[in-house]
């Protein structure tokens, strides 16, 4: 069995829903919820269902960003003996399984800076990650990250927000890869979605004052199928997170294998973008 390079499964990936006439489908998941083979399971299923690239949360005890149901799903995992190790422990079995699934690590600074930016790297290189988005680390302000990961020909997946200066936004796209994240509000995960007019003008701005050089997925906000279908209307990808959380915290609370839920789901979702 061959295995993509980590340098081009990002780019591989968007380019096939461009080859496809769709736009890509980007999953977020919790690593470890509700238990580390559950969760190994989910992230597969969630890949056969058609999630072009798979964000693996690193569990972390102050989520910031996140709403309600991803700061409960770090909870549960947490609970489960999730954190960095094991989201590297999950990262490297899901590659074992699909050798082609781009695998974005999802999570905050603190654990990074804990490991220390060039072991991590190193890390998630062995692991088979192909790319970091870290929340609460601008890479305008401090370069350390992003030059680890480059180190290691690993992707750096910017934050981009409606409040992001035309400086910083030219800042993040100069040193970002796969991808950039444009995040539709100004809030937490989970909000409700805001007015697409103001967020398709948001998208088109991140793509002129990047030159178009990466792909803008959008996120925060997306719940269902019919909002991932009006949103690929301008963006390049669609990011969908704590629906699918939410999907799997119901099946595990009425005593599901959340599973096939997560499947059905990812499913319409992937349906809905063409």
């Given amino acids: 069995m061959t295995t993509t390079p980590p340098t081009s499964r990002l780019a591989a990936a968007f380019a096939k829903a461009r080859s496809q006439g769709r736009k890509a489908l980007v999953l977020y998941l919790t690593g470890c919820d509700p238990d580390f083979d559950t969760s190994r399971r989910l992230l597969l299923a969630a890949a056969r269902a058609g999630?072009?690239?798979?964000?693996?949360?690193?569990?972390?005890?102050?989520?910031?960003?996140?709403?309600?149901?991803?700061?409960?799903?770090?909870?549960?995992a947490l609970a489960a003996g999730g954190g960095m190790?094991?989201?590297?422990?999950?990262?490297?079995?899901?590659?074992?399984d699909n050798p082609d699934v781009p695998v974005v690590l999802f999570g905050y600074a603190n654990p990074i800076f804990v490991r220390g930016t060039a072991k991590f790297a190193a890390q998630a290189k062995q692991a088979g990650a192909d790319g970091v988005l870290c929340v609460d680390w601008p890479p305008d302000e401090d370069p350390e990250l992003a030059q680890a990961l480059s180190q290691q020909d690993l992707a750096l997946v910017p934050l981009i927000a409606p409040t992001s200066t035309p400086a910083r936004v030219k800042a993040a796209a100069a040193v970002a890869g796969g991808f950039l994240y444009y995040v539709s509000l100004t809030g937490i995960t989970g909000s409700q979605l805001p007015n697409l007019a103001a967020t398709s003008a948001g998208v088109q701005q991140v793509r002129e004052l990047s030159g178009g050089r990466l792909p803008v997925a959008v996120g925060f906000g997306i719940a269902t199928p019919a909002d991932a279908r009006a949103v690929a209307g301008f963006a390049d990808g669609v990011v969908v997170g704590s629906a699918a959380v939410r999907v799997i915290e119901r099946a595990v609370s009425e005593g599901r294998d959340p599973v096939p839920a997560l499947e059905a789901f990812v499913t319409d979702l992937r349906a809905a973008l063409g």
């Fill in 51 to 76: 999630a072009d690239v798979l964000e693996l949360g690193v569990p972390w005890s102050d989520p910031s960003a996140d709403g309600p149901a991803i700061q409960a799903a770090m909870r549960r």
């Fill in 85 to 96: 190790a094991k989201a590297l422990d999950m990262c490297r079995a899901v590659r074992a």
